[in-house]
């Protein structure tokens, strides 16, 4: 049985941005078992410690790549290129999640498997709720992880 | 020699978004501009109307890095027009928060931020890869910081349990126990920090600087004690105003905050160390002096040592703190609201802080003024490239740019606090 964490990234008050955060919300009322379920505001630091406790990492957090609002990305960090869109960094305070998922594996800290879940928001304006075609992708996604978790964590 | 101009669009490893220019003409400087285009943010006006129990948490808000200094200036200048002071374990309570800060925002900077300008690396990840050892340090120290301000904030960031007159909650006294194991850890980590940036090259770049500080008989500046200078200055922060004036300069968002009766000044690290030197606890000076820092440093560049020092300050101070901690019997005493105005200075990571606050008798906020560290060292900060670039016109541009970026990073500038990221550009004409 591996560690397996899950984390959502984003800000409840921006709107869209707080879909990660929605997600694992979600996710933590099914009560998966050997799931720990965090929420973040996305600070490298935090996560690369977090990562450490852990063999298997889901992030899910909200993007803006440019593509349709609602669209939903997945990435294996430990076997893909890193997309242009992880690259800005918001704040010389915190490192981005890009940031962290680089600095992690010159440090070798990075858990055996890493899955990022992006979705691309269209609101990123001060407020809460989420659009209408982000939140139709994330009940989506919250149904994917709650099949594909298990099956994660009995790895 | 003919005109010249370097620029940088965005300077990297700065808080906030910013830019520097610099005009060159046969040699000498003709402008500096230190601009700060990020958008101001009006946190004063939109204080205005709310309760005066209100302000620790909505100024917070300003910084990411340093929101307990936001809230020490806030419930200090609150209680000061409230007529209340807290003291005892609750004010010990309030240091060791701020200990926490410090050394979070610290280590951040000396490790990721200025080290790899010494070193010559573009950024701290790719210094990781040469210095693993060195960055792991740097982020376990730093999460030493984390967790004072996790355990008594409540978060790592914006922590939410400051209030006025104390906290919602305090931590029993077995919560510390295993903050005090990594803290011991930390303060060797640190003593370790000093001595590794003491091997760093430095520029020879001493300046006649005015000093301000806030200043304690008994205690290295944290929440309390007098603002004073190298120039005579000693005053309660209540005078403030009548010794310093934010001015409006057409290239940045930032207020340039100066003295009335002498132009630019500094505040921060450099300025708390030179001005505070006595108190410092033994291991702390120990350290400076093994890394052949005097009593007073006048280098910007050496300010990675002094951050060291402090660092190494704050880890000690919290050490003590925790052996000597009882836990209050109330986590706040009562602050009724009274109409009148309160005043308070304290010691952000990156300088002084103020804060002034008018209520009225319901407590209900009618103003509020705010003049953060880094809007005191712009002026200071353009000086110091006014006085750099002429003895280093012999760089290249890159290098050239590198080092005035270096000489900005110097000061730990926070624009987002300023205005409530930088640009570099210079211009040989």
């Known amino acids: 049985m591996s560690k397996a964490l899950l984390i959502g990234v984003g800000n409840a008050f921006r709107h869209d941005d707080g879909v990660g955060l929605w997600v694992v919300q979600e996710i933590r009322k099914r009560n998966i078992p050997n799931l720990t379920v965090l929420e973040s505001s996305g600070d490298g630091a935090e996560l690369l410690d977090a990562w450490q406790e852990a063999d298997t990492v889901v992030l899910v957090d909200a993007t803006q790549s440019g593509s349709a609002p609602g669209t939903l990305h997945r990435l294996n960090a430990r076997e893909q290129p890193l997309p242009a869109y992880l690259a800005p960094r918001s704040s010389s305070h915190l490192f981005s999640i890009a940031e962290a998922i680089r600095m992690g594996a010159i440090l070798n800290q990075l858990p055996r498997c890493l899955l990022l879940f992006g979705i691309e928001g269209r609101d990123f304006s001060p407020g809460c709720g989420l659009s209408s075609v982000v939140q139709q992708t994330a009940q989506e996604l919250v149904l994917t992880l709650c099949t594909d978790l298990p099956a994660l964590i009995s790895r | 020699m003919k005109s010249k101009t370097i620029k940088v669009d965005y300077l990297a490893r700065v808080e906030g978004e910013g830019a520097l220019s610099i005009r060159l003409k046969a040699g000498r400087v003709e402008e500096v501009y230190f601009k700060i285009f990020e958008p101001p943010r009006f946190f004063e006006a939109f204080l205005r109307g709310r309760t005066y129990t209100e302000p620790p948490d909505i100024t917070a808000r300003i910084c990411g890095i340093c929101p307990v200094a936001y809230q020490m200036s806030a419930v200090h200048a609150i209680e000061d027009a409230c007529g209340v002071r807290v003291e005892g374990p609750l004010r010990t309570l309030r240091r060791l928060l701020y200990c926490g800060e410090w050394i979070e925002s610290h280590v951040l900077h000396i490790y990721m931020l200025h080290a790899p300008d010494f070193l010559g690396y573009e950024d701290a990840i790719r210094m990781a890869k040469d210095h693993p050892e060195v960055v792991q340090r740097g982020l376990q120290l730093k999460k030493a910081g984390n967790e004072i301000v996790k355990l008594l904030g409540g978060r790592e960031i914006h922590p939410i349990n400051v209030r006025v007159g104390g906290f919602y909650k305090v931590p029993a006294k077995r919560d510390f126990a295993p903050l005090a194991e990594r803290l011991k850890w930390a303060a060797d980590a640190a003593e370790e920090t000093v001595r590794w940036a003491s091997t760093f090259p430095f520029p020879d770049f001493e300046q006649d600087y005015t000093f301000v500080s806030l200043h304690h008989p008994d205690e290295y500046p944290f929440n309390e004690g007098r603002l004073i200078s190298n120039r005579g200055l000693e005053i309660v922060a209540a005078e403030y105003e009548a010794h310093f004036i934010e001015e409006h300069v057409a290239h940045s968002n930032a207020l340039h905050s100066v003295m009335k009766e002498g132009g630019a000044y500094f505040v921060g690290p450099m300025a708390r160390y030179s001005l505070c030197y006595d108190q410092l606890l033994p291991r702390a000076k120990e350290a400076a002096r093994a890394a052949g820092l005097g009593p007073i440093c006048r280098n910007p560049f050496r300010s990675i040592l002094v951050r060291g020092v402090e660092t190494l300050q704050a880890c000690e101070e919290a050490l003590r703190i925790i052996e000597n901690y009882e836990m209050p019997d109330t986590p706040a005493v009562e602050v009724p609201p009274h109409a009148g105005t309160g005043y308070a ?85």
């Open chain 2, 345 to 429: 200075c304290t010691e952000a990571p990156r300088g002084t802080l103020y804060h002034r606050y008018t209520l009225d008798d319901a407590g209900i906020l009618l103003n509020a003024k705010i003049v953060p560290p880094t809007s005191q060292n712009q002026k200071t900060i353009e000086n110091d490239l006014r006085e750099f670039v002429p003895r280093h016109l012999h760089l290249s541009d890159e290098a050239l740019t590198w080092q005035c970026e270096q000489a900005i990073r110097n000061y730990d500038p926070c624009i987002s606090c300023a205005t409530h990221f930088l640009k570099l550009d210079i211009e040989r004409a």
